[in-house]
């Protein structure tokens, strides 16, 4: 792994803050199956021109996919012997194109992602269709270095309708040697014409092992987190990253541990503590604790799916949990975009689940 540049002018809204870009980083921790199944169909010939890289948010897409970009720009051609004799699709970064890749120097490498708004000083809150056009433009154009071209869609659940027929209207009839990796934390509600022209490579969540061990690879910062802090965020991160990491932030576990004994009270509501959560992610300093919540509701929500599927008259019960979920997402959303008042938002969470877990019991 390398170590993490200096901070960037502008931060980049496919990393988390403090810890190394999916680009730089040199380990990828599970996914083995996935990893193989790409270098094979590299070394075969046999190439699709989109992958559509599937599964919970930071499990590990984007590592996987700058970790495949990386190897076929550095050997590409499949009938290179250190292509035919690679165990995985390691590269190491003092090779030129990996380097390039890592310093954002590389000609034939674009990132498709929400970018930074200089007059809020926030990041969009979606990919625009001008992101997916100017991204796109690379395509109409030679390879710098007479290779592949590569795209990283991160992610397109961000992608508007706009911008996603745009994309669609690239990958349907690509050029030559273009590669694109397509990021989705929910596959399912991406154009089914989107999905059926790309490969798919679902990932798993990683196991509690592997947490660790990516958290522990990010650094110093990260290396030097107590034992106990990193295992307690690693049992409750339900094999993502990124979420362990998000609760190791300040209050964020707290935050999370307090959801969840609310969440495990329903339909029974305290009103009282879950006002007092309301409260807590009001402001500037209460962002991270509003995604906490969000994400531990929307855990709670896919466990509690789960556990229910086989159930008599699972689809119909189920149907207003999944209703619910579509509502707090969209209302999320909105919430965001527009900075409106947390609190509601988090009352009518409650309320409304209330009602979902009522509907899935009677």
Same mark, same amino acid.
């Given at each position: 792994?390398?170590?993490?540049?200096?901070?960037?002018?502008?931060?980049?809204?496919?990393?988390?803050?403090?810890?190394?870009?999916?680009?730089?980083?040199?380990?990828?921790?599970?996914?083995?199956?996935?990893?193989?199944?790409?270098?094979?169909?590299?070394?075969?010939?046999?190439?699709?021109?989109?992958?559509?890289?599937?599964?919970?948010?930071?499990?590990?897409?984007?590592?996987?996919?700058?970790?495949?970009?990386?190897?076929?720009?550095?050997?590409?051609?499949?009938?290179?012997?250190?292509?035919?004799?690679?165990?995985?699709?390691?590269?190491?970064?003092?090779?030129?194109?990996?380097?390039?890749?890592?310093?954002?120097?590389?000609?034939?490498?674009?990132?498709?992602?929400?970018?930074?708004?200089?007059?809020?000083?926030?990041?969009?809150?979606?990919?625009?269709?001008? $992101?997916?056009?100017?991204?796109?433009?690379?395509?109409?154009?030679?390879?710098?270095?007479?290779?592949?071209? @590569? !795209?990283?869609?991160?992610?397109?659940? $961000?992608?508007?309708?706009?911008?996603?027929?745009?994309?669609?209207?690239?990958?349907?009839?690509?050029?030559?040697?273009?590669?694109?990796?397509?990021?989705?934390?929910?596959?399912?509600?991406?154009?089914?014409?989107?999905?059926?022209?790309?490969?798919?490579?679902?990932?798993?969540?990683?196991?509690?092992?592997?947490?660790?061990?990516?958290?522990?690879?990010?650094?110093?910062?990260?290396?030097?987190?107590?034992?106990?802090?990193?295992?307690?965020?690693?049992?409750?991160?339900?094999?993502? @990253?990124?979420?362990?990491?998000?609760?190791?932030?300040?209050?964020?576990?707290?935050?999370?541990?307090?959801?969840?004994?609310?969440?495990?009270?329903?339909?029974?509501? $305290?009103?009282?503590?879950?006002?007092?959560?309301?409260?807590?992610?009001?402001?500037?300093?209460?962002?991270?604790?509003?995604?906490?919540?969000?994400?531990?509701?929307?855990?709670?929500?896919?466990?509690?799916?789960?556990?229910?599927?086989?159930?008599?008259? !699972?689809?119909?019960?189920?149907?207003?949990?999944?209703?619910?979920?579509?509502?707090?997402? !969209?209302?999320?959303?909105?919430?965001?975009?527009?900075?409106? $008042?947390?609190?509601?938002? @988090?009352?009518?969470?409650?309320?409304?689940?209330?009602?979902?877990?009522?509907?899935?019991?009677?």
């Amino acid at each position: 792994m390398i170590k993490k540049a200096a901070d960037e002018a502008v931060p980049e809204s496919d990393c988390f803050p403090g810890a190394v870009h999916p680009r730089e980083t040199m380990d990828l921790f599970g996914h083995r199956p996935a990893e193989q199944e790409f270098l094979e169909a590299f070394r075969a010939s046999r190439m699709p021109q989109a992958w559509l890289i599937g599964g919970r948010e930071g499990i590990g897409k984007a590592t996987l996919a700058w970790r495949a970009a990386r190897f076929v720009l550095s050997y590409p051609d499949p009938r290179l012997p250190a292509v035919q004799r690679a165990q995985n699709l390691f590269t190491p970064e003092d090779q030129p194109a990996a380097r390039r890749i890592i310093a954002r120097a590389h000609p034939d490498v674009s990132v498709l992602r929400r970018e930074w708004d200089s007059k809020t000083k926030k990041h969009y809150t979606e990919i625009r269709v001008d $992101d997916v056009r100017k991204t796109i433009g690379m395509f109409h154009r030679s390879a710098g270095e007479g290779g592949w071209r @590569v !795209a990283i869609v991160d992610s397109a659940d $961000d992608m508007n309708k706009s911008g996603a027929n745009a994309l669609l209207k690239m990958i349907e009839e690509p050029p030559p040697r273009c590669l694109f990796f397509i990021l989705a934390h929910q596959p399912g509600r991406l154009l089914p014409t989107i999905r059926s022209r790309c490969r798919k490579l679902m990932l798993q969540p990683v196991s509690e092992g592997d947490v660790i061990a990516a958290i522990r690879a990010q650094g110093d910062d990260w290396a030097e987190r107590s034992d106990e802090e990193v295992q307690r965020a690693a049992r409750r991160s339900a094999g993502s @990253v990124l979420d362990a990491m998000r609760l190791m932030t300040q209050g964020a576990l707290s935050m999370a541990e307090k959801a969840e004994t609310q969440l495990a009270r329903l339909p029974q509501i $305290d009103w009282r503590r879950v006002h007092e959560l309301a409260a807590s992610v009001q402001g500037r300093e209460g962002l991270e604790g509003f995604e906490t919540l969000l994400t531990t509701t929307y855990d709670w929500i896919d466990r509690t799916a789960r556990e229910n599927a086989g159930l008599p008259g !699972a689809p119909r019960r189920l149907a207003h949990l999944a209703q619910v979920w579509e509502k707090i997402a !969209a209302s999320a959303r909105e919430t965001q975009a527009l900075n409106l $008042d947390r609190r509601p938002l @988090v009352l009518t969470i409650f309320s409304d689940l209330s009602d979902a877990v009522r509907t899935l019991r009677a």
